[in-house]
C-alpha cells in the first residue's frame, strides 16, 4: 500500500524556468510533511518541510504547498538551475500518532536543462 | 554537531556470503535510527528501525536482520546475501520526537 505517491517519475526543465513536483499522500493521520533532493551514490538531504497547520512555507527559491482536503503537496522551484538536478524525495508522517518514522514516494528525478 | 557515518562506500559480494553495515551516530543520544534500502529505479523502502538498545522493528519480511548494540550504533546484516539484496543502503537517524532525519552516505552493496 503506497501511501504517499509520486505519479510522475521525471520532469525536464529550461534553466531559469519554474520547476513542479508534486506528491499526494493517502493516509489522513499524516501531519508532518518534507522535501529531500538526492544526488547519485549520497544520502538524501533535507530540502523544505512543513506542517499540517500550515498550507505554504517558503525557504529562498524552495516553497512548498499543502494543500490538506485534496492530500496533495507540491514543491516549487523557482528559479530552477542545473545543479537543481537531481531525485527529489516527498515524505510523510503522523508525529501525533508515532515517533516520527517517513514514509516516503518514489522520487521523481528533476534535469533542469542550462 | 551531529554527523552520522556509514560504510563501507561501495561493496561486491559473492551469493551466499554474510553482510554486515555499520552505521554510527555521533553528536547525539537516544536517536531513532533507520535502515532504507533504495533497489534500482526505486524508492526509499524501509528495512529497520530502533528507538532505543536492543529494540529493532522490521518493515518487511526479508533476508536481512538488524542490531543496535549501542545507543548510536546501527548494524545491518545477513547470514546469506541473494541476488535481490542488491541495492542502495541508507541509514538515518531522527532526534526522539520526530522531525525530519539525517541520513548518510549510504552503501552500494552489489551482490554478484
Known amino acids: 500500500d503506497q501511501q504517499v505517491k509520486q505519479n510522475s517519475p521525471s520532469l525536464s526543465v529550461q534553466e531559469g524556468r519554474i520547476s513542479i513536483l508534486n506528491c499526494d499522500y493517502t493516509?489522513?493521520?499524516?501531519?508532518?510533511f518534507l522535501w529531500y533532493k538526492k544526488y547519485p551514490a549520497e544520502g538524501p538531504t533535507f530540502l523544505i518541510s512543513?506542517?499540517?497547520?500550515?498550507d505554504k512555507n517558503e525557504d529562498g527559491r524552495f516553497t512548498v504547498f499543502l494543500n490538506k482536503s485534496a492530500k496533495h503537496l507540491s514543491l516549487h522551484i523557482v528559479p530552477s538551475q542545473p545543479g537543481d538536478s537531481a531525485v527529489y524525495f516527498c515524505?510523510?508522517?503522523?508525529?501525533?500518532?508515532?515517533?516520527?518514522?517517513?514514509?516516503f514516494g518514489q522520487g521523481t528525478i528533476l534535469t533542469v536543462h542550462p | 554537531s551531529q554527523t552520522i557515518h556509514q560504510w563501507p562506500a561501495t561493496l561486491v559480494q559473492p551469493v551466499g556470503s554474510p553482510l554486515s553495515l555499520e552505521c554510527t551516530v555521533e553528536?547525539?543520544?537516544?536517536?531513532?535510527l533507520y535502515w532504507y534500502r533504495q533497489a534500482a529505479g526505486r524508492g526509499l523502502q524501509l528495512l529497520f528501525y530502533?528507538?532505543?538498545?536492543?529494540?529493532i522493528s522490521s518493515e518487511v519480511p526479508q533476508n536481512l536482520s538488524a542490531s543496535r548494540p549501542q545507543d548510536r550504533q546501527f548494524i545491518l546484516s545477513s547470514k546469506k546475501l541473494l541476488l535481490s539484496d542488491s541495492g542502495f543502503y541508507l541509514c538515518?537517524?531522527?532526534?526522539?520526537?520526530?522531525?525530519?532525519?539525517?541520513f548518510g552516505s549510504g552503501t552500494r552493496l552489489t551482490v554478484v
Open positions: 515524505a510523510a508522517s503522523a508525529l501525533t500518532t508515532s515517533y516520527g518514522k517517513l514514509t
Open positions: 538515518a537517524w531522527q532526534s526522539t520526537g520526530g522531525s525530519g532525519y539525517t
Open positions: 493516509n489522513s493521520m499524516f501531519d508532518y
Open positions: 553528536g547525539t543520544s537516544n536517536p531513532n
Open positions: 530502533s528507538v532505543g538498545i536492543g529494540q
Open positions: 512543513i506542517s499540517s497547520i500550515k
